[in-house]
């Protein structure tokens, strides 16, 4: 039965889920150069956490095929193209609030058809990025239907809006992502399961269980409001960097000479803790987040106005020092759909 209510869910969680990753920018890019050394390796995990922010935004795809879901399946006519904005009043990576005052934008241009293809380029503006139009993301896929069962598959590929900083050579390490999902429904409430690989100079792995739902508040023959509640789980892998002290400052200096550690600790004390601390990189899996989205839609002919409230519980991954507190963000969205 969800599959006849199904474009409810669409309009609001685009706000709610094309926003819930859009990249931020954690510091001036100036500020970190330092010296060549220090500059470059800054620069590197600066840009891998912008991308990797972004893809994950990308690559949250469960809201998104829903949407095709019901339009394709609903649409009367062979083929449709949706326009659509979208606001967000906080920017979080994998539920994960980063303290960065920041709200941010989106526009998306849809086509769909009824024998499941679908096509789909969107943008991103945010308050905090410079240049604050980030990224064009692009994306092609296909769903097929059995019975209550829905799978669906597509591609995305993100192109940057900024490839160079003071002479650098920007390359962002994700810019490609392979999305799989498969649902299930049953009476109003729909049981899925979405997979994303996101990949380029590295790669990342991303599962999203989700369980969501959607109802008539008010039913007119031109217009009606509907409630659209979803709970879902971020599961993940992340390079997490750990430091292990080698040596105490005697040990170095039993080992190196007074004179030789004065000279250091005068001219380069970022060499001693070099020599002193290790740094050793793990990857680590596990539950990074748990969610729940509540959308209100509005839908008057081919217009259809939401707004939504996310509230977010951020989960450590095994070795990882993050704020675990909660936090929450508005989204909303408008869009308009075209038959033809």
């Not at 904005?85 to 539920?95: E, F």
């Not at 139009?133 to 900024?162: C, E, P, Q, R």
């Not at 989700?210 to 390079?239: C, E, Q, W, Y």
């Amino acid at each position: 039965m969800i599959r006849k209510y199904r474009n409810t869910i669409f309009y609001l969680l685009l706000a709610a889920s094309f926003f819930a990753f859009i990249p931020l920018k954690a510091q001036d890019t100036d500020s970190l150069l330092l010296n060549d050394d220090v500059s470059l390796e800054l620069i590197e995990e600066y840009l891998a956490f912008d991308s990797l922010l972004l893809a994950e935004m990308t690559s949250d795809t469960s809201s998104f095929n829903d949407i095709l879901e019901s339009l394709i399946r609903s649409a009367e006519m062979p083929a449709n193209l949706m326009l659509r904005l979208g606001y967000t009043s906080n920017i979080v990576n994998a539920g994960r609030d980063f303290g960065f005052q920041q709200h941010g934008f989106s526009t998306g241009l849809s086509y769909y058809h009824k024998n499941g293809f679908f096509a789909d380029i969107y943008s991103y503006w945010n308050s905090n990025y410079d240049p604050s139009f980030n990224s064009v993301t692009a994306s092609l896929g296909y769903m097929h239907f059995v019975k209550n069962w829905t799978f669906s598959a597509n591609y995305d590929h993100i192109f940057y809006n900024k490839t160079f900083e003071e002479g650098l050579e920007i390359q962002y390490p994700f810019n490609n992502i392979l999305n799989a999902s498969v649902f299930y429904d049953v009476w109003k409430l729909s049981i899925g399961l979405d997979y994303s690989y996101l990949f380029g100079n590295q790669q990342a792995h991303r599962i999203r269980p989700t369980l969501m739902g959607s109802f008539n508040v008010l039913k007119r023959p031109s217009h009606r409001i509907t409630i659209s509640p979803f709970a879902n789980l971020l599961l993940g892998d992340a390079s997490i960097v750990f430091s292990e002290q080698r040596y105490t400052y005697r040990q170095l200096i039993q080992q190196i000479g007074w004179g030789r550690f004065l000279i250091l600790y005068r001219n380069n004390p970022e060499l001693i803790n070099e020599i002193i601390f290790e740094e050793y990189g793990q990857n680590s899996f596990g539950l990074m987040n748990y969610a729940f989205t509540l959308p209100v839609n509005y839908y008057a002919g081919s217009w259809a106005i939401s707004l939504s409230y996310t509230l977010n519980f951020p989960v450590a991954l095994p070795g990882e020092n993050i704020n675990t507190e909660s936090n929450s963000f508005l989204g909303a969205s408008i869009c308009y759909t075209i038959s033809f």
